[in-house]
């Protein structure tokens, strides 16, 4: 693995984009006309309004749907907010970090020299890891770190040829972790993959066996862009049944590509763009750092072959405008966020758990007082409740013995008493037996008992 920062500068300060093109269309501060959705504040700075604030007729409608806003009598300031950030953001500067991954010959050094229009690639040249270059357009840096990955793919047994490239990524991600628990943390170096740009052969056919376990084994620790390089060798009806078969198989294998998030409350344009950008993945690309005449006599950056020339910046031609709008001009802050807050996030967690340590999900939780106190006193009642059945359940098993115990008792008595009846009606037989004889004048016959005693006494 191979990493390194690059440098670009055009030299005659001319750029071919600038920072947040696109989607502005309010006026300069002198007062001017503005978006309709855009107000002008007393310093200049152009404010966002609602929907709900600036009187049109739809106003009722959103109001039904969002809270209550108050509006304020005069300009406060907050809504300057975004322009400090910005301010603070071009003085930071900003780091993004490409991983690009594919077989050797597939042009994913000519694809990255194409994307930031600069030589970060000499032929037959990787950069020595740990260069620190930076890109500058229209004053904004850029720290751009790309990590090639030569001979992905090259082997004749590939077996685990991923595996370098998960360590080098989960190596990163500890790093950064390291970073984290330091006491002095007031310098993180963020090296973390936030894109990993995947080349796929223009077979035709469907994804290949190390195309699918590479992408499983990584869909979960990086932004996956899957891309079919080289796509001039293919037509444009063999190209849209290839990306339909790539696509079915990363469905069918639960693989999860990087899609533009959708957001509440977005413009038409914009909704717009998005869709457009996932309808091309995968992007279909053509890399070109070469300028060459077109057939209308313009010097454009393709190819020329002897039926034509394929223009790189042609959205007609290929894919390539596409990937640069989501990879560069749109989507790279929220690469780096899904970074950050997903993927990072999730593996900090399985990271910490593994190694025994655990949190209270209720730490640092946000609650409201009266929420709080309704959940203490349902937890109250419960408890009180639990406690109460307890009760009554040692009660109905005390009572329980106690009544056996009583019916125990019962029975004896009523056993003796059945006893001691039947001896009273024996001595009763006896003695009307004798009273009888008495009556008769027959003497009485001695018992056995007295006899042997009267015997025992005479010896």
Same mark, same amino acid.
């Given at each position: 693995?191979?990493?390194? *920062? *690059?440098?670009?500068?055009?030299?005659?300060?001319?750029?071919?984009? &600038? *920072?947040?093109?696109?989607?502005?269309?309010?006026?300069? %501060?002198?007062?001017?006309?503005?978006? $309709?959705?855009?107000?002008?504040?007393?310093?200049?700075? %152009?404010?966002?309004?609602?929907?709900?604030?600036?009187?049109?007729?739809?106003?009722?409608?959103?109001?039904?749907?969002?809270?209550?806003?108050?509006?304020?009598?005069?300009?406060?300031?907050?809504?300057?907010?975004?322009?400090?950030?910005?301010?603070?953001?071009?003085?930071?500067?900003?780091?993004?970090?490409?991983?690009?991954?594919?077989?050797?010959?597939?042009?994913?050094?000519?694809?990255?020299?194409?994307?930031?229009?600069?030589?970060?690639?000499?032929?037959?040249?990787?950069?020595?890891?740990?260069?620190?270059?930076?890109?500058?357009?229209?004053?904004?840096?850029? /720290?751009?770190?790309?990590? +090639?990955? %030569?001979?992905?793919?090259?082997?004749?047994?590939?077996?685990?040829?991923?595996?370098?490239?998960?360590?080098?990524?989960?190596?990163?991600?500890?790093?950064?972790?390291?970073?984290?628990?330091?006491?002095?943390?007031? /310098?993180?170096? +963020? $090296?973390?993959?936030?894109?990993?740009?995947?080349?796929?052969?223009?077979?035709?056919?469907?994804?290949?066996?190390? +195309?699918?376990?590479?992408?499983?084994?990584?869909?979960?620790?990086?932004?996956?862009?899957?891309?079919?390089?080289?796509?001039?060798?293919? &037509?444009? +009806?063999?190209?849209?049944?290839?990306?339909?078969?790539?696509?079915?198989?990363?469905?069918?294998?639960?693989?999860?590509?990087?899609?533009?998030?959708?957001?509440?409350?977005?413009?038409?344009?914009?909704?717009?763009?998005?869709?457009?950008?996932?309808?091309?993945?995968?992007?279909?690309?053509?890399?070109?750092?070469?300028?060459?005449?077109? %057939?209308?006599?313009?010097?454009?950056?393709?190819?020329?072959?002897?039926?034509?020339?394929?223009?790189?910046?042609?959205?007609?031609?290929?894919?390539?405008?596409?990937?640069?709008?989501?990879?560069?001009?749109?989507?790279?802050?929220?690469?780096?966020?899904?970074?950050?807050?997903?993927?990072?996030?999730?593996?900090?967690?399985?990271?910490?758990?593994?190694?025994?340590?655990?949190?209270?999900? &209720?730490?640092?939780?946000?609650?409201?007082?009266?929420?709080?106190?309704?959940?203490?006193?349902?937890?109250?009642?419960?408890?009180?409740? /639990?406690?109460?059945?307890?009760?009554?359940?040692?009660?109905?098993?005390?009572?329980?013995?106690?009544?056996?115990?009583?019916?125990?008792?019962?029975?004896?008595? *009523?056993?003796?008493?059945?006893?001691?009846?039947?001896?009273?009606?024996?001595?009763?037989?006896?003695?009307?037996?004798?009273?009888?004889?008495?009556?008769?004048?027959?003497?009485?016959?001695?018992?056995?008992?007295?006899?042997?005693?009267?015997?025992?006494?005479?010896?």
């Amino acid at each position: 693995m191979s990493e390194g *920062y *690059y440098e670009h500068s055009n030299g005659n300060g001319t750029t071919n984009g &600038t *920072y947040g093109e696109g989607r502005s269309n309010a006026a300069s %501060p002198n007062g001017d006309s503005l978006h $309709n959705s855009r107000a002008i504040s007393p310093s200049g700075y %152009p404010v966002k309004t609602e929907p709900g604030l600036n009187g049109n007729a739809n106003a009722g409608s959103v109001q039904a749907q969002q809270p209550a806003r108050k509006k304020l009598a005069s300009w406060v300031g907050f809504s300057n907010l975004p322009n400090q950030v910005h301010r603070r953001s071009v003085r930071r500067g900003f780091q993004f970090v490409a991983m690009v991954v594919g077989e050797s010959g597939l042009g994913k050094s000519t694809l990255i020299n194409t994307l930031f229009e600069t030589k970060l690639y000499q032929p037959k040249n990787v950069p020595a890891p740990g260069e620190d270059r930076e890109i500058e357009e229209n004053g904004v840096r850029l /720290k751009l770190t790309v990590v +090639d990955t %030569p001979g992905f793919g090259d082997f004749v047994n590939n077996d685990e040829s991923w595996k370098p490239i998960v360590d080098n990524i989960e190596a990163r991600f500890d790093a950064y972790l390291e970073q984290e628990n330091r006491v002095n943390r007031l /310098k993180l170096v +963020d $090296n973390r993959v936030h894109a990993c740009i995947y080349f796929i052969q223009p077979t035709g056919h469907s994804l290949k066996p190390i +195309d699918i376990e590479f992408m499983r084994r990584l869909h979960t620790k990086v932004n996956l862009i899957p891309v079919i390089a080289k796509a001039d060798t293919m &037509t444009d +009806d063999e190209i849209v049944l290839f990306k339909q078969r790539i696509l079915s198989d990363i469905a069918h294998h639960g693989i999860r590509i990087f899609q533009p998030p959708q957001y509440e409350n977005e413009d038409e344009e914009t909704i717009q763009e998005n869709e457009e950008i996932i309808s091309k993945v995968p992007f279909a690309v053509v890399g070109s750092d070469t300028l060459v005449n077109s %057939p209308d006599g313009r010097q454009v950056r393709g190819r020329a072959y002897p039926w034509g020339v394929i223009e790189v910046d042609n959205e007609d031609h290929c894919d390539f405008v596409k990937l640069r709008q989501m990879l560069v001009r749109t989507h790279m802050e929220e690469l780096r966020e899904h970074t950050n807050d997903v993927l990072y996030e999730n593996y900090r967690t399985d990271k910490l758990k593994a190694m025994g340590v655990s949190q209270d999900e &209720t730490v640092f939780k946000e609650t409201n007082p009266a929420a709080k106190q309704a959940e203490e006193r349902a937890l109250h009642e419960a408890k009180l409740a /639990k406690m109460e059945a307890e009760m009554k359940m040692v009660f109905q098993q005390k009572v329980q013995e106690k009544e056996a115990k009583l019916k125990q008792s019962e029975e004896e008595l *009523y056993l003796r008493h059945r006893e001691m009846k039947d001896a009273l009606e024996k001595q009763r037989q006896e003695l009307e037996d004798k009273k009888r004889r008495i009556e008769s004048g027959r003497p009485l016959t001695p018992e056995k008992g007295s006899q042997k005693k009267r015997f025992g006494l005479g010896k």
